[in-house]
Structures are given as structure tokens and as C-alpha cells.
């Protein structure tokens, strides 16, 4: 899935260009001119120190959060200029071309698996409901959860919530999926059931940007990698390099703290 060619053609030009992004909590600078491209059928993986802006990144992809300052531009729109003030319209189309899966599931404790599901397309996108459901049960059964249809978050693993927040952002037939974390808050013997589905997007060719940890992983489906610290990219690269022999030296100490934590 990774693309060589050196001439951007129409057809490999990308789905998404961020190029300066910024943004601020207060006095605290989150993100400090970030410039990063997604091209159609890529995975990037984000790695790094809690704080150093990864989660950030991904909320103001999804408009979850406004960016301070920089320039986001989907291929065939829209192209938001932060620096200018984005509208809510603008906001709202970026929003569209997007879906996030959150690290703490975020299910609606009230609403079964199915209407989980089918509330995003039937509600936002105003997908007729019976159309809605037809394609929320095929992706519960791509997802082993044929049987929970009918059940209530409480109910479910952590795992199977989570399985379920990953076919809630399917349902919404995004350009680009964004992942947060998404085995963080899982018990251990249940992060292989998420990653087994997470490398199966993958292998179909869904375009996705994911934070994790999970190194294993993320040398087995990025195309590319980008570690962060302190609001900025520190060095990027293909899984095989950057895991092998990364440049900087802040990546090196970040690399042997997590492949060798109690050394």
C-alpha cells in the first residue's frame, strides 16, 4: 500500500494535506506547526509520550477540535484555513469525510448494538433506517457480533465495545478512519481480537491514521510512522527504518524505554 512514485498523479494525489497545524490549551502549546499527508489506502501510525499531541492531532482531523492556526485540505474539499476562523460549515464537511473510534468506546449505554450502529448514518447522514440496518448487520457479522445485535453495551467485553465502535465508524462509510489508542483500555487478553480486525481494514485498503503503542502492530500495517514529542514531528519514516534505526536520538530513547521497559 505504500506509494513510490515521485509525481503526485491525480489518482495518487492525497486524500488529506495538513501542513502548519497548531493549537494551544491556554499557555500550554499542544501542537506546534504539524505537517503531515494521508494518500488513499495508506495506514500512518502515530507514536510517542502521552502528551505530545497524537490525540490532539487526530480531534482536529475529525473537527473535533479547532485548530489554532495551519491549513487542512481533503482531496475535492473541504480546504480550511484555520488561521482565518473555520465556519461550522466548514467544520461540518471535514467532519464528514471522517470517523473516530475513541479509546473508551464512547457507546450510548441506552441504545442496543444495532441502534448504536445505525444512529450516526440515519441521524447525520440521513440514510433511511432499513437501508441502515441492512448495512450495520453485515459489519457486525465482519466483526463476529451478529449475535449482540440486540445487546446493550453493558453487556458486551471491552473488546466487543470496542469491536462495535469500530463498525459504529465503518457504518458512516468514511474516507479516512482515525483510531485513538484503540486497545489502551482494554484487558490484555482481549487486545488481539480488535487488532485482528484493525489489520483486517488494513489488508481492504481503508485509509486510517492510528495512535497506539502497540509497536508490534503498527511495524506490521504502517506504511508510515511519525513520532511525536513536545507538539512536533521528530523524525518519520517506513516501520522498518524508523524501528531499526531511527536518526534522532530522542526516538532512539522513546524506542528502548518501550521495547525494554525494565532495563
Known sequence: MSRGDDALTPVDAPLLRVTGLQKSFGSNRVLDGVDLEVRRGEVLVLIGPSGSGKTTVLRCLNGLETPDAGVASFDGGPTIDFGRKASKADLGAMRDRSAMVFQHHNLFPHLTVLQNVIEGPVQAHGVPKAEAI??????????????????????????????????????????????????????????????????????????????????????????????????????????????????????????????????
Open 134 to 263: 441492512v448495512r450495520a448487520e453485515a459489519l457486525l457479522a465482519r466483526v463476529g457480533l451478529t449475535e449482540k445485535r440486540d445487546a446493550y453495551p453493558s453487556e458486551l467485553s471491552g473488546g466487543q465495545q470496542q469491536r462495535v465502535g469500530i463498525v459504529r465508524a465503518l457504518a458512516l462509510q468514511p474516507d479516512l478512519l482515525l483510531f485513538d489508542e484503540p486497545t489502551s483500555a482494554l484487558d490484555p487478553e482481549l487486545v488481539g481480537e480488535v487488532l485482528k480486525v484493525l489489520r483486517g481494514l488494513a489488508d481492504e485498503g481503508w485509509t486510517m491514521v492510528i495512535v497506539t503503542h502497540e509497536l508490534g502492530f503498527a511495524r506490521e500495517v504502517a506504511d508510515e510512522v511519525l513520532f511525536f514529542d513536545e507538539g512536533v514531528i521528530v523524525e518519520r519514516g517506513a516501520p522498518e527504518v524508523l524501528f531499526t534505526a531511527p536518526e534522532k536520538e530522542r526516538t532512539r530513547r522513546f524506542l528502548d524505554r518501550l521495547l525494554r521497559p525494565l532495563d
